[in-house]
């Protein structure tokens, strides 16, 4: 089965500062690859996908790269403000039509002002 | 706007106890899940459902077992609480096909003492 991982654990930057947020995952097969951010107390949200025939995607300040051959995909976010502080989930799946994702352990970023 | 409830936001049980948490979606979406959120280890899937009365296990079913007698409610059930199922459990449902957004809940905190 799938197996995501994902670093770093935590990301402390500055305002202003880019963030980038790495994840591998195993299953070849994979094609579709979302990211979640959940701020404090609240419920995780879809903030960008990307599929297995697209190498990046773009959405304002927040980019999503991945990396078929060495199975990696990555989160960028510049221009990091406070209120981008969350804990963001990598997930991976095979997008079949039934969609079981398996989430990576997530990584907590920090903004400073 | 569409919404994944969770009848309960915190709940306090004791070891041994039966446990029941609810989930519904007024989505009309087939595929309902169960997760279990604990810090460093991300979301981790528990059962999952793609259909009325059907069901399958996810990655730690071990514990627990689920219901869905209706199309829009989905339930997890701890036939005998234990202290290491303290923890923030997530339901999310998506619709079939290839689906792209998972909806969740804002989640149950549940305490075993």
């Known amino acids: 089965g799938e197996n995501v991982e994902q670093h770093p654990s935590t990301l402390s930057v500055q305002e202003g500062d880019s963030a980038v947020i790495k994840c591998t995952y195993s299953d070849s097969a994979s094609n579709y690859f979302p990211w979640y951010k959940q701020e404090l107390g609240k419920r995780p949200q879809l903030i960008i996908d990307?599929?297995?025939?697209?190498g990046e995607k773009k959405d304002q300040r927040i980019a999503v790269t991945l990396n078929k051959t060495a199975k990696h995909f990555s989160l960028h976010i510049t221009e990091t403000q406070p209120e981008d502080s969350a804990v963001y989930f990598c997930?991976?799946?095979?997008?079949?039509?039934?969609?079981?994702?398996?989430f990576g352990t997530g990584t907590r970023l920090l903004v400073s002002p | 706007d569409v919404k994944v409830t969770q009848s309960s936001r915190y709940l306090v049980k004791r070891t041994g106890e039966k446990v029941f948490l609810e989930c519904v979606q007024d989505m009309d979406h087939e595929n309902m899940f169960w997760y279990r959120q604990d810090p460093g280890l991300g979301l981790r899937l528990i059962y999952f459902s793609y259909d009325v009365k059907m069901k399958e296990k996810g990655d730690i079913p071990e514990g627990y077992s689920v219901s869905r007698e209706k199309k829009e409610r989905f339930s997890l059930i701890l036939e005998s609480a234990s202290t290491n199922q303290t923890s923030m459990y997530l339901c999310a449902s998506i619709t079939g096909g290839a689906a792209e957004k998972l909806f969740f809940g804002s989640g149950t905190q549940l305490s075993v003492l």
């Open positions: 997930a991976a799946t095979l997008n079949t039509g039934f969609q079981k994702l398996v």
């Open positions: 990307i599929r297995s025939n697209v």
